[in-house]
């Protein structure tokens, strides 16, 4: 199973960034976005269903991000809209292999991770 994110970069305040995550070797059936900023815990950013598309968002990001996949490409994206300086974090993609029962939003949840992409957010 491999998990390969990719996009992050170096980003003005109030832009944007688009994150995709390759996923290969299995199906799942949720995959998500946690961030990691320097010197604090990784935290859950964003997940999608893989059957039926239902999206859920910390609140953090709530009405700035929006996270989608496509099936045909095994692919999950995360689109970051109006980016903070807070938003600046490594970001990981993630995926559960174990069928979906309701609880997605800690890490415990997931079982594989893509290596991470780093997004700063600095004018």
């Known amino acids: 199973v491999q998990l390969q994110a990719s996009g992050g970069g170096l980003v003005q305040p109030g832009g944007s960034l688009r994150l995709s995550c390759v996923a290969s070797?299995?199906?799942?059936?949720?995959m998500g976005w946690f961030r990691q900023a320097p010197g604090k815990e990784r935290e859950f950013v964003a997940r999608?269903?893989?059957?039926?598309?239902?999206?859920a968002y910390a609140d953090s990001v709530k009405g700035r991000f929006a996270i989608s996949r496509d099936n045909a490409k095994n692919t999950v994206y995360l689109q970051m809209n109006s980016l903070k300086p807070e938003d600046t974090a490594v970001y990981y993609c993630?995926?559960?292999?174990?069928?979906?029962?309701?609880?997605?939003?800690?890490?415990?949840?997931?079982?594989?991770w893509g290596q991470g992409t780093l997004l700063t957010v600095s004018s």
């Open positions: 993630a995926a559960r292999g174990r069928p979906y029962t309701g609880s997605s939003y800690s890490e415990r949840d997931y079982d594989y």
């Open positions: 070797g299995r199906t799942f059936s949720v």
């Open positions: 999608v269903l893989w059957s039926g598309g239902t999206a």
